[in-house]
T-cell receptor, first 115, second 115 residues
Framework: DQQVKQNSPSLSVQEGRISILNCDYT??????FLWYKKYPAEGPTFLIS?????DKNEDGRFTVFLNKSAKHLSLHIVPSQPGDSAVYFC??????????????FGKGTKLSVIP | NAGVTQTPKFRILKIGQSMTLQCTQD?????MYWYRQDPGMGLKLIYY???????DKGEVPNGYNVSRSTTEDFPLRLELAAPSQTSVYFC??????????????FGPGTRLLVL
């Protein structure tokens, strides 16, 4: 049972255009959402996050939007650059039965930005 | 600051062999985590630790063991390697609990192949 879903395994975008990566979740107990970026042969690195009490968070070229009623979040990258080519993971946080926060990751979306 | 380091980078094991994946962080983080990433899948939490001497199971703990004798080190032990444990293993750490206005810092990963 996938609680965090990234339904697009890959996305290709022209340099300078907008990249939109989508993520859906099913667990209404998730209260914090994060995006991680991963290059080949490296570990994931944190990109941007959003609390469930907000609907938007911006950091430079990156903006995350959260629609709680639809259980949907999206990452916008504007303008897209070739260096943005990577796999992007959506992750969501909730308290587990042991009382600790735990992250649940989506399968990732591979973004290719074409020069 | 080296961040999170993992050794080895790559290892081939025979079925039934055992090994320890090493993880060290130099950021004085309390929280440490082990994830595995299977091809085309998201990261799944194996074990985590909230401080020296305290560990707990994640989503997929079977076949693994951990210990946390110091703040810096969090080794992952495979006792009887099985082909299903072929994966890329990531160690991560954070100062605060994950998902609470905090991000995790990941190591570069250990690629394990069990034949």
């Amino acid at each position: 049972d996938q609680q965090v879903k990234q339904n697009s395994p890959s996305l290709s975008v022209q340099e300078g255009r907008i990249s939109i990566l989508n993520c859906d979740y099913t667990n209404s107990m998730f209260d914090y959402f994060l995006w991680y970026k991963k290059y080949p042969a490296e570990g994931p690195t944190f990109l941007i996050s959003i609390s469930s009490i907000k609907d938007k968070n911006e950091d430079g070229r990156f903006t995350v939007f959260l629609n709680k009623s639809a259980k949907h979040l999206s990452l916008h990258i504007v303008p897209s650059q070739p260096g943005d080519s990577a796999v992007y993971f959506c992750a969501a946080s909730a308290i587990n039965p042991a009382g600790s926060y735990q992250l649940t990751f989506g399968k990732g979306t591979k973004l290719s930005v074409i020069p | 600051n080296a961040g999170v380091t993992q050794t080895p980078k790559f290892r081939i094991l025979k079925i039934g062999q055992s090994m320890t994946l090493q993880c060290t962080q130099d950021m004085n983080h309390n929280y440490m985590y082990w994830y595995r990433q299977d091809p085309g899948m998201g990261l799944k939490l194996i074990y985590y630790s909230v401080g020296a001497g305290i560990t707990d199971k994640g989503e997929v703990p079977n076949g693994y063991n951990v210990s946390r004798s110091t703040t810096e080190d969090f080794p992952l032990r495979l006792e009887l390697a099985a082909p299903s444990q072929t994966s890329v293993y990531f160690c991560a750490s954070s100062y605060y609990p994950q998902g609470v206005e905090e991000t995790q810092y990941f190591g570069p990963g250990t690629r394990l192949l069990v034949l």
